[in-house]
């Protein structure tokens, strides 16, 4: 007969035998028990004069079995004690922070120590005193508060055709397991984008018509920049999305599955009972039967853990411990790290916005959305802009030095203003060199007219403008050499030049009769 160790039940029964006054031969014929076995355990119950007209209680048959299968313990071997005079060694190089193979640790122990033992003796050790290569215990988490967590993962599917590419793309789905209920919704997508995970939650919200508070979610960049156990960082679009739905996170930790089991064991599933043997048109056809596949298949079955109805568990007990849902799909904002340029913008999107000129070479965070652009220095608000498409521009004039803000604008107005400072016919001037089909063509010659006055003085250049408007002569250039010509007189005081001078007609001016090539006719009167 082979050998087997007697469990509580077979001592119980082969004591309640024992009891009813049945000899040891009998007990092993009717357990199927060796009756040397019978005897050790019917001795012991005769030694501690166990009653017989009741039955035993658990801790009388513990007792039995306990004198029985107990042994002694062996003396250990004197190997076994050469090993254990080196046991904080052994620890040290099995737990340190690169842990040893027992073949490198005995291989040291040996070499540098002196051990005679055996590699044998050595592994029997480790297992039985250190528990090498057990696995560690574990604990059962419990389920958090209904109503309270939502576990969220991406698993890969398989391959779809897509038709905006027209080619085979690998399809990922967006997972959402509610913990308490196990109720679930299934996001197909083809990118692991911020974008598409604010889109597959607020279509989960929607499919639940209930929003948790909790969020446990998986590493992936879309949602976590920096994975840190103690300090993760989200994204900063995604943390614009808990903001606004007022969600809390709490990530699982980089390669730990046990963080989020609860949806982690339900990818294989999804994989397996809706995706693998189907055939979808495309990914719109892909998420309408996945959306259907969660209320009625994986919805309505009994779940294996809980065995109970997802949907069932959902409507009774979690629906009414959650949060309402959201009423408007997220606008996902695009957050970069710009330079302000030196001509006062940034670059957003390929698109230009202005900034004020404090701010020049200085690095900001700009929030890009669907309407508005937020240009942010430090915690400051510094500007605000309309979201403009590729190739636009959006420049304030106030963000501009105020004596560069005209120029840069190509403001024909505000030349002229200038102009009409320096004098009368100065803006005459300036109002004939741009009074044109074609202002912004002359516009330089006109700047060059005020420079004239800031090097000649406001008195010389109006009188030379006066001159040039009467036998109509409009050319910047030509007014430049009267005003050298002019230089090399003897120059008047200053305070003559920033007088208006009123010069009199040339001397070398005619009637107009001088000119006429045949006889007018006479005026009335004449003759």
Known sequence: MTYRELNMIDVKELLRHWAKGHKDRQIARDTGTDRKTVGRYTKVAAELELPRDRDLTDEEVHEVGRRVQTRPLLAPSEEWQEVAKHHDRIVKWLTGKRPLRLTKVRKLLVREHGMQASYDTLRRYAVQELGFGKRKATVLLADPPVGQEAQVDFGRMGLLHDAVTARMRTLWALVITLVYSRYQFVWPTFVQTTAAVCEGLDRAWEFFGAMPH??????????????????PVLTAAFLDYVQERDLFVDPARVRSPRDKARVENQVPFVRE???????FADLADARQHARHWCAVEAGLRIHGTTQRVPYEVFVAEEQAAMKAPPTADFDVPLWVDVKVHPDHHVQVARALYSVPTLYLHKAVRVRADRSLVKIYFRTELIKVHLRQPPGGRSTDPADYPTDKAAYALRSVDALLAKARER???VGQYAERLLGGPLPWTRMRQTYALLSLCEKYGDGRVEAICQSALTFDVVDVTRITRMLKAAASLPTASTATRSKVVQLPLPRFAR???????RPGTPEKGEG
């Open 423 to 425: 004098g009368a016919h």
């Open 511 to 517: 009637p107009r009769e001088h000119f006429e090539t």
């Open 214 to 231: 909790v969020l446990i979610p998986d590493n992936t960049k879309a949602m976590i920049k920096d994975p840190d156990a103690k300090a």
């Open 273 to 279: 009972s809706w995706f693998d043997g189907e055939t």
